[in-house]
């Protein structure tokens, strides 16, 4: 059988990466919100939230946004794991990691490089840019719990709690305080 041809291999990385578009996010989905967000409506929502890292932060901010890119790259493949689906860390991680490897085979090697290094990166989380992503990665979590608790009148206050005092970056805290106080107040208005 033929190797497959440069073109063939980025027609494959397109279409698999495409496919973020459809995987939606296990938790919303299994909450029943209305209109569940994709894995693809999560990473570029916290690519755009890296552009706003503070020039004074000391993060190198356009690793950030591949970092946000590339962090749940995976999935195409391997579908949003959680842990309700009941996978072992390390099976996950595994699963992950050649799901990765695999995307990587199908673009040029240096890009492929650079994909696998930032999502390593991520995984192990080696950097303060690393820490500052998964800080996104949770953040994104709770904003758009906030905007299906509005969206669909119901509380989903087991995704704040699962993200109490799991926050390390000074930027992504003050945003956490902001919109908990947004969130008390149309509680407050909720019930009032």
């Known amino acids: 059988m033929a190797a497959k041809s440069s073109v063939s291999k980025h027609l494959e990385f397109f279409s698999l990466i495409g496919q973020l578009k459809r995987v939606r996010r296990t938790g919303w989905v299994r909450k029943h919100v209305t209109d569940p967000e994709s894995v693809a409506d999560h990473m570029y929502r916290m690519a755009v939230m890296a552009f706003l890292v503070k020039p004074d932060s000391g993060l190198d901010k356009d690793k950030c946004i591949k970092m946000c890119l590339v962090h749940d790259m995976a999935e195409c493949i391997v579908g949003d794991i959680t842990p309700f689906d009941g996978v072992a860390k390390q099976d996950k991680h595994k699963r992950e990691e050649t799901a990765v490897k695999y995307i990587c085979s199908l673009v040029d090697s240096s890009v492929g490089s650079e994909i696998y290094d930032l999502w390593q990166e991520y995984e192990t989380m080696s950097s303060k ?64």
């Open 129 to 192: 840019e690393a820490m500052f992503v998964k800080d996104l990665d949770k953040y994104d979590m709770i904003q758009q719990a906030h905007e299906y608790e509005q969206l669909d009148g119901k509380s989903l206050q087991e995704f704040f709690d699962s993200t109490e005092g799991q926050f390390n970056t000074d930027q992504v805290k003050s945003w956490v305080e902001d919109l908990q106080q947004v969130r008390n107040t149309s509680t407050n208005k909720d019930s009032g």
